[in-house]
Nanobody
Framework: QVQLVESGGGLVQAGGSLRLSCTAS????????MGWFRQAPGKEREFVAA????????HYADSVKGRFTISRDNAKNTVWLQMNSLKPEDTAVYYC??????????????WGQGTQVTVSS
């Protein structure tokens, strides 16, 4: 069973930046799309960004377009989420997830434990 471990969360002031990392183990990471999701208190989990197996294709939620960048390095089994110009409404637990195919779809079958991001105003 593949494991996903997120890191890089923390407390940052509005306008600041954070970079989240997600490292996968045990399976061929490079075969699958990866995604980032977030869940704020009292809200449903929402899609943030996704990247295809090779990194050639990326997708973003409208709320983060132009501010967040997803990237991956298959040699390191790692996917990152660079978050710039952070806003208080970005506060949430962020999760990475492994897709079920090479290109992003709505199906993700393995999830990390999450990392907290808190943006103060």
């Amino acid at each position: 069973q593949v494991q996903l471990v997120e890191s890089g969360g923390g407390l940052v002031q509005a306008g600041g930046s954070l970079r989240l990392s997600c490292t996968a183990s045990l399976r061929t990471f490079s075969n699958y799309a990866m995604g980032w999701f977030r869940q704020a208190p009292g809200k449903e989990r929402e899609f943030v960004a996704a990247i295809s197996y090779s990194g050639s294709s990326t997708h973003y939620a409208d709320s983060v377009k132009g501010r967040f960048t997803i990237s991956r390095d298959n040699a390191k089994n790692t996917v990152w989420l660079q978050m710039n110009s952070l806003k208080p409404e970005d506060t949430a637990v962020y999760y990475c997830a492994e897709g079920e195919s090479r290109y992003p779809t709505d199906e993700y079958d393995v999830w990390g434990q999450g990392t907290q991001v808190t943006v103060s105003s």
